[in-house]
C-alpha cells in the first residue's frame, strides 16, 4: 500500500522562483492537508481540503496555494520562494467520515530556499 | 499562541525503564488527542490517542493518560527499548474544526542500550 506519496523529497530553490510540491493519496480519504516543520516550532498547518473542490486556509499560509481537483490529490505551490520558506513539508490524509481518527503523513520534502 | 506545548525538547531514559513525555494544552474545545513518533528523515506516524471522555488509554507497551482539569497529557513508555527513540509529538483536535491537528513542539526520546 502506497499511502501518502509526496515528490520531490529534496529541492533547492533560488529566491523568487515557484515550484509545486505533489502530494498523492490512495486511500480514498476525504480530508488531506500540508503542514511544515520548523525546529522547535513542531509542525504548523499550512492548508488542508475537506473534499475535491474544497480548500481552506491553515495557521501559515502566506506564500503558499493549493487546489483540490481529485480526491488523490492535494498540491501545494510555493509562487514566488523565499528563504524563510525553506522547511520540511508533510501532506497527510484522514478518513473525515470519523471525526476522531488520525491522519496519515507522507514521508516529507525537505526544502532549501537559497 | 501555542494551543499544545511539550515543555521538554529532549529526554534520555536507560533501556527497560519508564519513559515519560509530557503535553499541555490551553484550549478547552480540544476533545481528541493523539501521539506521532517521528524517526528521522520519515514523516510522522500514529502511535496512539485518547478521546476526552477518558482518562487513560493503552496499547502494549504504550499508555496515554488524560487530566482534563489540568489540561495535561502524557505518554508512559514501558518497558523502553532503544527502537522507541525518535521524536514524539503530542497533537490536538476539536470536533468543531474536524480532522485539523494543532501540535506541540516535539520531544527527542533517546532510548539507551
Known amino acids: 500500500n502506497a499511502g501518502v506519496t509526496q515528490t520531490p523529497k529534496f529541492q533547492v530553490l533560488k529566491t523568487g522562483q515557484s515550484m509545486t510540491l505533489q502530494c498523492a493519496q490512495d486511500m480514498n480519504h476525504e480530508y488531506m492537508s500540508w503542514y511544515r516543520q520548523d525546529p522547535g516550532m513542531g509542525l504548523r498547518l499550512i492548508h488542508y481540503?475537506?473534499?475535491?473542490?474544497?480548500?481552506d486556509q491553515g495557521e501559515v499560509p502566506n506564500g503558499y496555494n493549493v487546489s483540490r481537483s481529485t480526491t488523490e490529490d492535494f498540491p501545494l505551490r510555493l509562487l514566488s520562494a523565499a528563504p524563510s520558506q525553506t522547511s520540511v513539508y508533510f501532506c497527510?490524509?484522514?478518513?473525515?467520515?470519523?471525526?476522531?481518527?488520525?491522519?496519515?503523513f507522507g514521508q516529507g520534502t525537505r526544502l532549501t530556499v537559497v | 499562541d501555542q494551543q499544545v506545548k511539550q515543555n521538554s525538547p529532549s529526554l534520555s531514559v536507560q533501556e527497560g525503564r519508564i519513559s515519560i513525555l509530557n503535553c499541555d494544552y490551553t484550549?478547552?474545545?480540544?476533545?481528541?488527542f493523539l501521539w506521532y513518533k517521528k524517526y528521522p528523515a520519515e514523516g510522522p506516524t500514529f502511535l496512539i490517542s485518547i478521546s476526552s471522555i477518558k482518562d487513560k488509554n493503552e496499547d502494549g507497551r504504550f499508555t496515554v493518560f488524560l487530566n482534563k482539569s489540568a489540561k495535561h497529557l502524557s505518554l508512559h513508555i514501558v518497558p523502553s527499548q532503544p527502537g522507541d527513540s525518535a521524536v514524539y509529538f503530542c497533537?490536538?483536535?476539536?470536533?468543531?474544526?474536524?480532522?485539523?491537528?494543532?501540535f506541540g513542539e516535539g520531544t527527542q526520546l533517546t532510548v539507551n542500550p
Open positions: 497533537a490536538a483536535s476539536a470536533e468543531t474544526s474536524g480532522s485539523r491537528l494543532t
Open positions: 481540503s475537506v473534499g475535491a473542490g474544497i480548500t
Open positions: 497527510a490524509s484522514s478518513d473525515r467520515q470519523g471525526v476522531y481518527t488520525e491522519a496519515f
Open positions: 484550549n478547552s474545545m480540544f476533545d481528541y
